[in-house]
């Protein structure tokens, strides 16, 4: 499959591109970068440098690729964080699906946290919500973007599933939610948890907690959904299944280490021990 993801971009590190591009390529897929940040590293650490593309120099990049002619080659257009090109970002979804009516969008509506809250301006997190949602056939939120989203604070695994709900009638009717990290009161703290919801049903894995120093695991996590949504002929429960125990395996290797260890674990990435526990809860 030929996917063009919109995203930032570290060079140290696995964030953003440097995290997502790897897992989909591993995995057999195409990938076509096109980069909102050029950043030594990730904003955790004490030092970094490089700054957020400005939209014209991202609306270069997209530029060239259609005077190209490849649009209609695009199968999957997924985004991420958008610094400062949001609206080039609504506008390209809107190309790509005239000339791909059946291609598929993913969105992570990569937008803030519950410790620090929104780290993208306001206005790019309600258009995220108004536009892009709104055409998107698979979204990532972490639990701060399932509470955004939804409009209401996840407690319990009741919420989520709610939450989950009021997110799809948002969109289209395809619409399926994979909410990572999901925190609620009525769940194991030694555990973390990934649900998804969606046509198919509702399903819930869960694996090991770890104490993780490093980012990223939510660019990795999509990454490796999205490539196994799509070589397992687009089935919700086998491909969650699959990507929480790739995740996992990534997770385990990783350690205390401030980076997730994505070169010393890829070869879980297609075919990894099962470290996850899947349920189905509708």
């Not at 919109?6 to 440097?18: D, E, P």
């Not at 639990?143 to 319990?156: A, H, K, P």
């Not at 490093?214 to 999509?222: I, Q, V």
Request: glycine share 10%.
């Amino acid at each position: 499959m030929n996917i063009l993801s919109i995203s930032s971009r570290v060079t140290y590190g696995h964030v953003g591109h440097a995290a997502s591009v790897f897992c989909l390529q591993r995995l057999g897929h195409e990938v076509w970068p096109v980069e909102t940040t050029l950043l030594s590293n990730h904003l955790g650490y004490p030092a970094w440098g490089g700054r957020q593309l400005a939209t014209e120099e991202v609306a270069m990049v997209l530029d060239g690729l259609e005077r190209l002619g490849v649009y209609g080659s695009v199968d999957v257009y997924a985004t991420g964080f958008l610094g400062k090109a949001p609206q080039l970002a609504v506008e390209t979804l809107g190309k790509l699906r005239r000339q791909r009516p059946d291609m598929l969008y993913a969105l992570d509506p990569v937008m803030g946290e519950r410790q620090g809250g929104l780290y993208v301006p306001a206005e790019t997190a309600a258009l995220i919500k108004r536009e892009l949602l709104a055409e998107a056939d698979l979204t990532f939120p972490n639990i701060f973007e399932l509470d955004y989203l939804s409009g209401s604070r996840v407690e319990t695994l009741e919420d989520a599933i709610k939450a989950c709900a009021a997110i799809r009638a948002q969109g289209r009717p395809d619409l399926t939610v994979i909410a990572t990290g999901i925190e609620r009161v009525d769940g194991n703290p030694q555990a973390i948890e990934t649900m998804a919801v969606g046509p198919q049903g509702v399903f819930l894995a869960t694996a090991r907690r770890h104490a993780l120093k490093a980012h990223g695991t939510g660019d990795c996590f999509a990454a490796l959904f999205l490539g196994h949504y799509l070589k397992n002929e687009r089935n919700l429960e086998a491909s969650l299944g699959i990507a929480a125990s790739a995740m996992a395996a990534v997770v385990e290797a990783t350690g205390d280490a401030m980076e997730l260890a994505l070169v010393a674990a890829q070869d879980a990435f297609a075919n990894p021990p099962k470290k996850a526990v899947l349920q189905r809860l509708g």
